[in-house]
């Protein structure tokens, strides 16, 4: 299992002189590529390692907003065509994300009639 945490203390120590393990090794011991430690030594020479990934806590850019998934909502439960049509009739995004917002319609539905 790859070990960023092992592989920049191991790397620290290799640029101090304090280790005398390869980097062949380094990459034994972490699973890390030997290409992806060098690239990783540069980057703690330059000060810019970061354990967190950068696309972290980010919206994806494709994402919808809330208001289009209620006005698909909105739209959906009006219709009384199927999924397949709906999706065609509304046709900005895909089958697979139409369906998963309708999809989610029917099991509010659903719940709400075990309830009853």
Do not use: W
Request: proline share 1%; hydrophobic share 30%; glycine share 4%.
């Amino acid at each position: 299992m790859k070990n960023k945490q092992e592989a920049i203390k191991l790397i620290t120590k290799k640029i101090k002189n304090d280790s005398y393990l390869t980097y062949e090794e380094i990459s034994i011991i972490t699973g890390y590529h030997t290409k992806y430690l060098f690239k990783l030594k540069n980057e703690i020479l330059d000060g810019t390692v970061s354990l967190v990934h950068g696309n972290k806590n980010k919206k994806p850019h494709n994402a919808m907003t809330e208001e289009e998934v209620e006005k698909i909502k909105q739209l959906y439960k009006r219709s009384s065509a199927s999924i397949r049509k709906f999706c065609k009739f509304y046709g900005k995004h895909s089958y697979s994300c139409i369906y998963n917002i309708v999809h989610d319609i029917e099991k509010d539905s659903k719940k709400i009639e075990k309830e009853v």
